[in-house]
């Protein structure tokens, strides 16, 4: 096999591997291309979206004395809800159980440690069916509230 052979396979093995990374249906060089370079834009926006969310995250949680952490992820019918704070916070779970009655959550599963630190893993779902219109940020939003209300009282 000649090097040029060799050189055209590798470029074929390569834009193979570019195909698939990018799940490219394509099947001529430039029309893979042209779609790795729209993937590659998507990243780029999935992770400035991503940068912005951890700034309001870090903004949100300077202003509140206590260091926490809030993760809320949509799932099918409902959330996941995490809640990490680095001491115990006697009363905080009371709270935070009013917002999702508030927001017409129920608690379909959850985990709770009060221990040394404050940590929460709850999936909030449709309290019949009246969760239309909530999204991820606005329970993240609600939870958090909760917590600098909760600070303030005690």
Do not use: H
């Amino acid at each position: 096999m000649s090097s040029r052979d060799r050189k055209k396979a590798s470029i074929y093995q390569r834009l193979q591997k570019l195909r698939s990374v990018t799940n490219s249906t394509a099947v001529n060089k430039t029309s893979i291309i042209v779609d790795a370079s729209r993937y590659i834009e998507e990243l780029k926006e999935k992770v400035e979206k991503l940068n912005q969310e951890i700034g309001t995250s870090q903004i949100s949680t300077s202003q509140n004395p206590l260091p926490m952490q809030v993760t809320v992820e949509t799932l099918k019918k409902g959330f996941l809800i995490n809640v990490f704070l680095e001491k115990n916070c006697p009363g905080l779970l009371v709270s935070i159980l009013e917002t999702f009655e508030e927001l017409g959550l129920d608690v379909l599963d959850a985990r709770v440690s009060c221990e040394d630190n404050f940590q929460l893993e709850a999936i909030g779902g449709e309290n019949q069916g009246n969760v239309e219109g909530i999204d991820a940020q606005m329970v993240k939003q609600a939870v958090m509230q909760a917590i600098r209300k909760w600070s303030e009282n005690s």
